[in-house]
């Protein structure tokens, strides 16, 4: 097989996994802009991720937000997914939208919250028995607003014991993976605020325990693919949260805000045997002001591309280079890759696996937007809160 | 007078303005958590404003906010507050929660979107006419999210027309006090990202615009105190909204994040003539975790003890080293202030006005927390919203 | 003509001015690595920049440091220059390496120390007369280290005083380019750390007195094309220090670090009417590890590369997505530029200036590294200290 | 023992060392300001030292850094510094000023660079055994400028196995202290960028492996007693370099930028048993215009001042007000402390001791300084490089 043959090989398997939530409604503290055609339950929700993979061929999986996406019959629910092309992929828990969480969840002062957050969790792995899913994915909004609020210390006990309850409850071939963030509800403390912090606490935990990387997570000025090829090298890198940021966590459609720190993380990737193993490629986004459905596409081929370049990497004349100490030939072998527009290539890739090699147009020519339009009268939206 | 004894008389002249929203409901995109007894209507809102005013004698206006603070008859309004013992301080506009503000209001690319936010802003100098309001707050949410959304210089051309004939409008004695924002909601470009757009705006507007800081609108690392005495040289500065932050734009209680910088700030502002001058101290809070009277109470005396500190600087002494180039000593000299406890201080001055040295616990106390749990049942909580 | 040829042709014009002092050693508080061939003077120097001109055709002019290129006979250096083929460009002046600038130069509490400073800045004029420099450069280290070290309104009278006294002494054509910077070597304050703070003092000064953008110069989350955008509006915008970072003032060469957001800045330059005016592109950077020539070759590049994806964009698409609030199509527009390899269109426009079409390997291969490393044996090598 | 009685007692045992180096000359890539009366060798430096314990009794170790410090004879300098009264701290490497050194040292691509810097790191543990020193006190300026300079993920492999190398050399009783830093000298990765990666490394080694935190070594935003407080609950706090910072590694004296950090750190230091461990509290600053004794002297107080009202703060309250969820009282029992005025506690502590209660102004009328200018002429003073 060529080099460029494996490319494609390579870029034919990439999957990204896309979240229920981004089909819904989402805003900011300051307004939620509802948008028409927005699905009002999973299955809505499901029919428009399956356009996303039938467009793309790169999106198989949806992860699941509980209770957002909470119904009566999973298996039901499981098999409406593969009935339209795709399947269930991580369960996302939430311990941040109930009135008895405003100070905290499995970090809460107050035992009784605890229990009632940790029984939430074991909820979402009885929903990942049911819907077949390998990964629990774990973001905690706990944290304080003010010095003093509470014990920073008792906290990570705290943390550190409902976690033990909830691995241990994980069954055979199943996963957690525990989320950081900077800040954001909280703003003073955040229990898990960075890699170290969730990698300590998955450290403890075994080797089920593996941590997530959002991108829009970080302090400015973090070199987040150091992260990455970190968590490589230590076994512990579980998956990403993809969307990009300018500033805070923004949430938008990654690649969008820094397509160069896109092509550096997925380079780490690949460099560091992540593409080919059991890392988690996941979009977690909010489109606020645009149409979500291509936004959605888009994100894909923007990881796609990112990707594309990664893999162009010459990796020999790199290594070459950076064994010679050569400063700006190997900046330029890297940067080689990203500079090349992979656009052709990706389209190439796209038909040569039966698919339009323009996603984007594709998709808005096939009716789907109108029609859900036409349909989705009436009802709730989907939104974070439903 | 001795020199105490003028730092007593100044304090005693101190005016720190409430907003109307911080006593309502608030939170982030994750959630905001109801709290019992929060006001339902601008008269609730304005009667726990008077409870902080009658409390700390130095919160004697309260900010209103257009629409959530609509009401048929504003002359009424007025005259409730008079009664209560407090006044209408600064109308704030609000043009980010309709739909149909999604790309913008002032600066939206349709020209029906602007005029409608215009016309907004021209009702919020009717409202201010009605009130006997001196002040005008701006704040726009305008902005894009990504690169290429919008075009960055028309905006700027739509928003200098657009505040042009709002200026036009204010009476006399009016002003307008024009507010920046580095970022959030949206997230690519704010229209007003910082004190330079606002002041050059300003500038042409003429000398009834003023710049407004809020306290938490800045990147990391800006030197604020520095932008205080800046636009105080420049005649420039119209008033702050007070605040704290550990990261982005929180509304943490001000004083809570960062003391020291409260203190610079207050020293800036007593040093450049801004105390005795038309500075509007207003506050600008949400207490999403925390009881919202008791917060207020504390926010006004964080206030007041900042700017105790920054009077007791030993201006002489201060001068004698700088002018000297005694980098350690002039430091020394203001540190000396802000290491000073000053609640003995301001409990004497408390005392001497008639008030109760401890705001807190008089507050805590006086059962009023309790009477509007009880009697606040029913209707519609206020919160951003409403 | 063609659109593309309109954007060959406009490239064709395109001018980077490279810095003197980039071409000798630089390096970071910890150590200065010194590498071998680097300038020993001035005239060396432009030997060096000579060459980064031969190769890429967009390097005509040099900036001068003063004193670090002091000489006896500056008309003997611009003749230097001009056999060499290139011309001198900026003064730039120095007033942060005197011991008696401890404490500051124009701004120092001391008016000995403030003369001194003005004093240089006006022999900088004087250079500028004999060398046929059009633009004073001026960047002050001017700041505090401590709270109450310095008085940070008296520091801005005592700026403004000073740059109107040189202000008054430009000739005919000549230009004063005022930077800022947010921090370092100064920590606690920066005498103009902002744009807002340059831009008020070039309005005072009058239309001779424009502000420069140090690309590095500003706070994590700064939008830096916003502030070209309005500048350029405002008529104020007088060239840019080009360089990146991943932190802080880092000085990598300009696109290495967000080629992305270069692209934006240079797309912003090119709507504004940047491109065809007077604004100077200038680099301003260290090649603490790298080699230098080769870095300033490919930094013209970059800037090359930037260029040209940011004419390409379409202008009319953009206008009609952006009129239509379609965010999505928007931002496809201005990355489907971006995303556009550029290096096959810029070999065609080097051959067609005949040029080599490949100026790195046409530089490598010329023998000047090597003969330079052979003959610039002896004396002293050129340094941010001489 | 009342309360109080039992906060003096502590205060009495506290011991900050001091860094030979910030005796010397320092300064930034732009300019190092010379001060007269600086030290000539480690035997002055440590005359200095010995000048800040015997006014504030709280100074007894001093830290070296190697090579600025190497002598012929080690047990000589130990013996000069107990004549003194203080004796030899932590033991600091330098593999960062050799020209080897100029794209890393225990992390370079090339293996004799590498053996190069661990033979000085095993140099620095036989300069321990020759002191009596305890902690080897390891940062490393290794990482890179741009994106494929070298492999993130090889560096980690060569630092795991050279760290590996100098742990297994320590003797009985000594530590290895492994300092991490976001950025600055290297631009785009450093090797140990954040405390997770000196953890990770850390706890491969074996306990005597710890992690120091620099408090300016972090990205903006960083909740660093969260780190403190997290490192404590692992057992892996290892001791603090303090300093303080606004923007990037600024090194200005401790508590001069944000006391209410630092008693954020002190509190976390004291409720997580750090107080009467193992942990070094070391200064590491640069006291580039500022006289460098009395600053010194100032920043002993300082931390004396945040650990005293660390020490005040009410436990039993606090605790109470945690676990009632109660924000603002937790927060006010926090303030309390934190607003009192320590000032005089010290005074009375320092009498206690036999000490002057006022360190600075008895440092200034010892005639100290005006001695040392007075015969330290000629020779060489010490910098950064020597």
């Known amino acids: ?77 499981a098999a409406h997914a593969e009935k339209r092309g795709v399947r269930i992929g991580a369960i996302n828990s939430n311990t941040f939208q109930d009135d008895d969480y405003r100070l905290g969840s499995i970090c809460h002062p107050d035992a009784a919250v605890r229990r009632k957050a940790v029984d939430h969790l074991l909820e979402c792995v009885d929903i990942m028995d049911a819907t077949g899913s390998r990964d629990l994915k774990l973001w905690f909004a706990d944290g304080t607003n003010y010095p003093g609020q509470d014990d920073i210390r008792s906290r990570q006990d705290r943390l550190a014991e409902g976690l033990a309850e909830v691995y241990e409850r994980l069954g055979e071939g199943q996963r957690m993976l525990l989320e950081y963030k900077l800040f954001e509800p909280a703003f003073y403390t955040t229990d898990v605020p960075d890699w170290g912090t969730a ?13 997530v990387v959002d991108t829009g997570h970080h302090a400015p000025g973090t070199n987040i693919e150091f992260i990455v090829a970190t968590l490589l ?56 002001i645009e149409a979500k459905i291509p936004a959605i596409i888009r994100s894909v081929m923007n990881v796609q591309e990112a990707t594309a370049k990664a893999l162009l990497v010459d990796g020999t004349a790199l290594a070459e280079a950076q ?54 009268i009436g009802g709730q939206q989907a939104g974070w809160g439903a």
Chains 1, 2, 3, 4 share one sequence.
């Open 323 to 376: 064994a010679a100490g050569d400063v700006l030939e190997a900046n330029a072998v890297l940067m080689d890759a990203y500079n090349t527009d992979v656009r052709p290539l990706l389209r190439e890739v796209r038909e040569e696996s039966g698919l339009d090699p323009e996603p984007m147009k594709a998709y808005r020519s096939c009716g789907w937007a109108e029609k859900v339009v036409a349909e989705r």
């Open 233 to 288: 090298r230590e076994g512990k890198l579980g998956g990403f949260d993809f969307n990009s940021r300018f500033y805070a966590d923004d949430d938008l459609m990654v690649g969008a805000a820094d397509p160069f720190q896109l092509f550096r993380i997925m380079y780490e990737v690949v460099r560091g045997g992540g593409f080919t193993s059991d890392v988690a490629f996941m979009l977690d986004q909010c489109h606020n």
């Open 199 to 211: 990698y300590a606490h998955c450290l403890k935990l075994g080797e089920k325990a593996q941590v």
């Open 1 to 77: 097989m060529t080099e460029l043959a494996a490319v494609k090989a390579a870029l034919k398997t990439q999957a990204v996994e896309t979240p229920s939530w981004a089909y819904g409604n989402s805003g900011t503290r300051f307004k939620v802009f509802a948008q028409p055609g927005v699905p009002r339950d999973p299955f809505e929700k499901l029919d428009d991720a399956a356009k996303v993979h039938e467009f793309t061929g790169a999106a198989p999986t949806v992860a699941l937000h509980i209770p957002w996406d909470r119904v009566e019959d999973y298996a039901a629910l």
